[in-house]
């Protein structure tokens, strides 16, 4: 097994580059694996809600893992997100994710039952029984309806194969709160979602983050946690009011519920790190949208380039 201490730093949740037929466009993933690694992220992190995982195929989900593992040929770690309304679904998603040679599975609670903590402590530990790789705990209540609270992760993190929780709630203090429950378990992996809130989660205790902007800039999300490794905070404040225009200017682009998905997506066309196709029900943006996010990309490019001068 991996131990935990082999997950920190900067984890992009990988997009999944598309073909407009929906299939896997493996030219543009091999590439996008490169630049993620040539910028110098500490992982990748695959079919999580960036990935557009709930839309894909399960043949896509299966070619995406396997041709992640065989181009990363284990330089980084690989997370491979198994959440699915369906418990089978999720351990056979696990298993081609230990065969390939991925090095741990993320999943946040299925999303369709109504269910509460007694029932979601009881999904994890089965599903960690069953899973061969180290789990993570994913806290995505925007999207599933409900809550990990933090008392069931502590209570979870008792089981040997729950290693850690990426905290996508946006709340900081519910991240403080996770961070004062596990100060005795410095093992168990704390990562924060929003990018907006990244450097204060690091300050607070947080191994990471698992940040949508690093697909496009990874070099901008890893030099803050380095910065902030070496103490050096006034770079760490410079690194994240950068990433704060960014996300102001690419992931609140229009009026839609996914701007988040189309600005980042829309904006990695532009540079050649994927088409911009979506699997259904997102749809791209149109082409007097894609002209002014065009032309916020290009301030965005110009701020983090000063960022680093």
């Known amino acids: 097994m991996t131990p935990s201490t082999a997950f920190r730093g900067i984890i992009p949740p990988m997009i999944t580059p598309l073909n407009s037929d929906f299939s896997l466009d493996i030219g543009h993933t091999e590439s996008l694996i490169e630049h993620l690694i040539d910028g110098g992220v500490h992982g990748i992190f695959i079919l999580g809600t960036t990935g557009e995982f709930a839309g894909l195929s399960s043949a896509v989900k299966r070619d995406l893992i396997q041709i992640t593992c065989q181009q990363v040929k284990s330089r980084i770690p690989i997370l491979v997100g198994v959440t699915d309304c369906s418990f089978t679904e999720s351990v056979d998603l696990a298993a081609i994710a230990h065969r390939s040679g991925a090095e741990a599975v ?18 994890y530990q089965k599903l960690a029984d069953f ?60 990562f924060v979602g929003p990018e907006e809130i990244l450097a204060e989660t690091l300050k607070i205790g947080g191994d990471g983050g698992v940040t949508g902007g690093a697909n496009l800039f990874p070099k901008l999300y890893v030099a803050l946690y380095e910065a902030f490794q070496k103490k050096e905070f006034d770079a760490v404040k410079k690194f994240q009011e950068t990433i704060l225009f960014l996300s102001q200017n690419l992931y609140q682009h229009g009026t839609y519920q996914s701007n988040y998905l189309k600005g980042l997506k829309a904006a990695m066309s532009f540079e050649g790190l994927c088409e911009d196709n979506f ?31």
Not at 106 to 123: D, H, T, W
Not at 153 to 178: M, R, T, Y
Request: net charge neutral; proline share 8%; charged share 20%.
């Open 279 to 309: 699997a259904p029900p997102l749809f791209p943006y149109s082409l007097s949208e894609k002209s002014i996010l065009s032309s916020k990309l290009l301030q965005v490019k110009e701020r983090v380039r000063q960022s680093f001068s």
């Open 106 to 123: 993320v999943a946040a609670p299925p999303f369709y039952m109504n269910i509460g903590q007694e029932e979601l402590i009881n999904y």
């Open 131 to 190: 899973v061969e790789l180290p789990l993570f705990l994913y806290d995505m209540p925007s999207h599933v309806k409900v809550s990990i609270e933090v008392e069931t992760a502590v209570k979870l993190s008792k089981h040997p194969n729950i290693i850690g929780i990426k905290d996508s709630s946006g709340k900081i203090e519910n991240f403080q709160a996770l961070c004062e429950a596990f100060k005795q378990q410095p093992e168990f992996k704390i």
